[in-house]
């Protein structure tokens, strides 16, 4: 059976997607501890939301550091 570049190519593009989408619903979540199979990660929330706090309060935009 010889597969294409293209279909590489979109497993790939899926694989990377599938990614991607799971970090931004973990980075969006509120849980402060995940835990799945051996792997154990505590997050502090309360610094997250005053941070997040502290830009809404003094008109700061998070993503302006990457602005070109």
């Known amino acids: 059976?010889?597969?294409s570049e293209a279909f590489w190519s979109l497993v790939v593009a899926t694989a990377a997607a599938l990614i991607f989408g799971?970090?931004?619903?973990c980075l969006k979540s509120k849980c402060d501890e995940v835990s799945c199979c051996?792997?154990?990660i505590h997050r502090?929330?309360?610094?997250?939301e005053?941070?997040?706090k502290?830009?809404?309060e003094h008109n700061k935009n998070p993503m302006s550091q990457f602005d070109l």
């Open 44 to 48: 502090n929330i309360e610094a997250e």
């Open 22 to 25: 799971l970090v931004k619903a």
């Open 38 to 40: 051996c792997f154990k």
């Open 54 to 56: 502290f830009d809404v």
């Open 50 to 52: 005053e941070e997040h």
């Open 1 to 3: 059976m010889n597969l």
